[in-house]
């Protein structure tokens, strides 16, 4: 057995196998790794196509060399790899291709390891396309796996109570593109690439038992080519129920070439996720741009999307009907019009052919509905897909298919929408991206759109594509494929108009720098925790869904709207505001709701614009019982935003509308507020009128408020002498 480790962590590595044996967490005194019999051979797993295409996976051989380095490292050399499914010394499934992995920790009082790998191929006929590495298996923090969360980077983010049982789900099983697969080695596993359908490339488990103790890892590929990344999460299921962490990386090792990975973080901490968004945070900082977005856009609230032009193949509204449905947005404060089902033919149908649609009135009757929304104070978002193509399209045959994305076997990913059925086309191929781009410039030319919606952007599956004929280098190029349709898109539109904008389905770190929103979702009954993407990066918007949902039961509809209104208020997030046949006759209340809290909303724009979300870090409430059922009325949320130059603004939802509850809300950073004795709190509620007063601060540079009973509410808290002027 060898081993490295610090004050803090200390991990060992079996020398004859190359498995994880142990990895303690010195600070918890908790043996991370529960579960040996699962860690299993040496993390990693290599899948390599023959000459004929043919994919096989290969698992490490035994350890050729094993030593600790100078400078608090381990070295595993495996010089060869076997077939998976056939580990034995003389089994013919033997490859050529040496593994060399390094585990290395700094020392000092940090739980921190950084994991990198190394490929050479020394075979005639295979090529390595994947590395799934380091793929640590058999872990359990603390005492109980019923304890444990995991939080996922699936889109916004998600955080899984108790993982090990609810990956094994059949609730899980059933979750569409980000569904778990059971394993023929009876594993469970939930793999999501980056970036699109994961947004980043970390995970973070953790455990509050209730002895008081706690515990935490964090994972994370520190990846600074952004190559397509699969992010994996696995579980031996309720009766095994340890996690399983891991990265795999689609890059090409061809016969005599080498490839070297980026690093892998795997760090223990004291059981805070909010540890890893900061850790990840850190890293990606100075790699992605994190300017903010200019300040009008940053001062929106909301937003009205129309997708009921033509839709299931009816026409529901023309384009000559655009004046009156953007004076029913303009009704309600909101000025950003949101164009969907616009194209020929309609939502989901004959993509990508974005042309104006002959039964809703063709193209003039188009520009004369945006140049009247741009007339009467607003401005307009053309939405246009930019991942698939109709098979039923008549240019399918011609342009769509060489345009999709191939797999190794030449095979087209087919993806069902409604009725129609379409290829994925690869971002990286040239002739579709200046497609996209001209069509995005002439909306802005021709129809006076400012802003373009790219749909499925961030949101859907990213595929490794294997056609040679596009522009990548290689098959793991999906992302680089998308960054460079971004930027062709946006220097487009700028250069048309410089206030021009782009909004893209979902999120992703690399794509949301260059956009200004985010409409984020990603399963209301899968455990959604937009937090995540909030609290890892402040800087960009998110756009949320405050529709009454199309749920025929009133009172089901109802919980539900009060929670999505909730919820994007308490993060801040832009109102995605579907009028139209939205609200029914029978709805009112909830329209009225909605008038308020938009109101309310558009009261906290200016804090919100300026300020940095904090999640709930530096509130102390009590929050009440949550049981995530949509029928039961959720507990008090709250989000605390630093200011420029010392106040802080507290969202508030209070549901229930409680009375005699209390806040404590901290200072921007501890002893800030000592000395000033007293702080002035500007308050308002639903409906309420601003209120205006000055508390004491404690003598930790805190104050003390009372919640207002109110279902939502906001508190900005400033030092005396100091602004809060929205
Ligand atoms: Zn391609």
């Known amino acids: ?179 778990t697969a059971l394993g023929a080695n009876g594993v469970y596993h939930r793999e999501i690439n980056y970036c699109g359908l994961a947004s980043m490339t970390w995970m973070d488990l953790y455990a509050s038992p209730s002895d008081g103790r706690s515990f935490g890892l964090y994972m994370a590929s520190h990846d600074p080519s952004f190559v397509l990344t699969g992010v994996r999460s696995e579980t031996g299921g309720p009766n095994a129920p340890w996690c399983g962490l891991g990265f795999r990386k689609y890059v090409p090792v061809r016969r005599g070439e080498s490839w070297e990975s980026a690093p892998f973080a795997l760090e223990v901490h004291d059981g805070d996720w909010h540890f890893g968004a900061r850790r990840y945070r850190q890293w990606i900082r100075g790699r992605i741009d994190l300017s903010a977005v200019p300040e009008d856009l940053a001062m929106q609230s909301s937003m009205c999307p129309r997708y009921d032009f033509k839709n299931g193949q009816a026409v529901h509204h023309r384009y000559d009907e655009i004046p009156r449905m953007y004076e029913q947005a303009r009704a309600e404060g909101i000025t ?148 460079k349709m971004i930027r062709q898109v946006r220097d487009r539109l700028l250069a048309l108009d410089p206030s021009s904008f782009l909004m893209v389905e979902n999120c992703g770190d690399i794509y949301s720098q260059h956009v200004y929103a985010n409409l984020t979702w990603n399963g209301s009954l899968y455990d959604e925790f937009f937090n995540v993407y909030k609290y890892t990066f402040p800087e960009f918007i998110q756009v949320n869904m405050v529709n009454p949902r199309r749920i025929a039961d009133k009172a089901e509809r109802s919980s539900w709207f009060y929670r999505d209104v909730a919820r994007a208020f308490v993060l801040g997030s832009v109102f995605w505001s579907e009028l139209g046949d939205r609200f029914g006759e029978e709805d009112g209340d909830l329209l009225d709701h909605f008038r308020a809290a938009l109101r309310l909303r558009q009261h906290a724009a200016a804090y919100i614009a300026r300020g940095v979300y904090q999640d709930d870090l530096g509130l102390e409430f009590e929050r009440g019982a949550d049981d995530s059922s949509p029928t039961a009325p959720p507990a008090i949320a709250a989000s605390r935003w630093l200011l420029p130059d010392g106040p802080v603004l507290t969202l508030i939802s209070n549901p229930r509308q409680l009375s005699g509850l209390e806040i404590r809300i901290d200072g921007p950073e501890e002893g800030a507020w000592t000395d000033c004795a007293n702080v002035g709190i500007t308050c308002r509620t639903l409906c309420g009128e601003q209120t205006e007063s000055v508390v004491p601060a404690d003598g930790n540079g805190r104050v003390t408020l009372e919640i207002p009973a109110s279902g939502l509410s906001f508190f900005a808290v400033c030092p005396r002498g100091g602004e809060t002027d929205a």
Not at 98 to 125: E, F, H, L, M, Y
Not at 396 to 412: A, V
Not at 421 to 442: E, L, M, N
């Open 336 to 483: 950003h019009f949101f164009i969907s089902g616009w194209n020929r033919q309609g939502f989901d149908t004959d993509y990508p052919e974005f042309v104006p649609d002959m039964e809703l009135g063709g193209a003039w009757d188009l520009a004369q509905g945006c140049e009247y929304v741009r007339d009467h104070g607003g401005f307009s978002t053309f939405y246009i897909n930019v991942r698939l193509f109709d098979l039923e399209s008549d240019f399918f045959p011609t342009l769509g298919r060489s345009w999709s994305i191939k797999n190794h076997d030449n095979s087209m990913f087919r993806e069902t929408y409604g009725p129609r059925s379409f290829a994925v086309i690869c971002p990286d191929c040239g002739k579709w991206r200046k497609w996209v781009a001209d069509t995005a410039g002439w909306m802005v030319k021709a129809f006076g759109a400012r802003g373009i919606y790219l749909d499925q952007l961030g949101s859907a599956e990213p595929f490794p594509c294997y056609d040679t004929g596009h522009a990548h280098a290689h098959h793991g190029l999906y992302n680089q494929g998308y960054l």
């Open 1 to 179: 057995m060898l081993s490295v480790g610090n004050e803090r962590i200390r991990i060992e590595i079996d020398d004859l196998s190359g498995g994880v044996a142990q990895i303690q967490d010195l600070a918890a005194r908790d043996d991370v790794i529960k579960y040996a019999s699962a860690a299993g051979g040496a993390p990693f797993e290599i899948v390599c196509l023959d000459g004929q295409g043919r994919r096989a996976s290969y698992v490490a051989g035994p350890v050729a060399g094993g030593r600790a380095l100078a400078g608090n490292a381990l070295y595993m050399n495996h010089d060869h790899v076997v077939r998976a499914g056939c580990e034995s010394p003389d089994c013919a499934g033997r490859a050529d291709i040496s593994c060399r992995w390094q585990v290395d920790v700094p020392t000092g009082p940090d739980g921190a390891s950084s994991w990198s790998i190394s490929i050479d191929n020394n075979t005639d006929d295979l090529t390595v396309v994947e590395v799934l590495f380091p793929m640590v298996r058999g872990i359990q923090l603390g005492p109980d796996s019923a304890d444990e969360v995991l939080v996922f980077p699936h889109h916004a983010g998600e955080k899984i109570v108790n993982p090990a049982d609810a990956i094994a789900s059949d609730r899980y099983m059933r979750f569409w593109r980000a569904g």
